[in-house]
């Protein structure tokens, strides 16, 4: 395993993805949780829109960002030239940006899911922790800062976890949009699993690859929980 190129290669892209997709989908879905965790007008119909993009398969979802990211006839394309940039990124049809590209569509997918999530978090912070703020002086930043945040701790690190291990399985997207390329530029580990045992039925080395991937997933998972109580308030 260690001498397979292509599993280096996985095994590196598998780690930028994460580093890139879990900080992004939650920092996108705790500014759109804190968004609607206010009196909006419409406000049930905006928790639609940002939660459909999940419960949307993924073949739709996948099909629809190929056309965005078109390098020639694409929308987004489109509208970069139209405002003078000449030679827009390739996304998915360039080993530069097709994995950016995969990680900014399936944040937005995932994005509503975990708003969710830290929406019920958020509407379980007793409001009189804000009112004894609001009287303390205490500005909106101290309030995000010393009420919302300890409070919405525990939330955070199950959407840390859940969000930590769905980047390591990710598969979908991948093989419906680059097929691990251009190159093995969007190659992954469950990308990877696939190809060996499905693609080359070479069932035992897939298997030993799905191994080491469970237990990456299980001393990742084992580190939060050890770390948890540096940050996490269960007061």
Aim: contains cysteine.
């Amino acid at each position: 395993m260690l001498n397979d190129e292509t599993f280096r290669i996985s095994f590196v892209n598998n780690l930028i993805y994460t580093i890139g997709s879990v900080p992004l989908t939650i920092i996108i879905s705790l500014l759109l949780a804190l968004a609607l965790n206010t009196k909006l007008k419409f406000l049930n119909f905006y928790r639609v829109v940002y939660f459909l993009p999940y419960i949307t398969a993924m073949v739709a979802v996948a099909m629809i960002w190929r056309m965005l990211y078109h390098p020639r006839f694409g929308p987004i394309n489109q509208f970069l030239m139209s405002i003078g940039i000449k030679d827009p990124p390739g996304w998915i049809s360039s080993s530069k940006w097709a994995l950016p590209s995969i990680i900014f569509m399936q944040a937005w997918k995932s994005c509503g899911y975990y708003m969710v999530i830290l929406l019920a978090g958020l509407k379980g912070i007793p409001q009189q922790l804000y009112e004894a703020a609001k009287l303390d002086g205490a500005n909106s930043f101290h309030r995000f800062r010393y009420v919302t945040w300890p409070m919405l701790s525990p939330t955070m690190f199950f959407v840390i976890v859940v969000s930590m291990i769905n980047s390591f399985k990710v598969f979908d997207s991948i093989n419906i949009m680059t097929e691990g390329g251009p190159g093995r530029a969007t190659n992954v580990l469950v990308f990877h699993i696939y190809r060996v045992g499905f693609i080359n039925y070479n069932f035992g080395y897939a298997s030993s690859i799905a191994l080491v991937l469970f237990l990456m997933i299980m001393i990742m998972t084992v580190i939060q929980f050890r770390g948890q109580k540096n940050w996490v308030n269960y007061t």
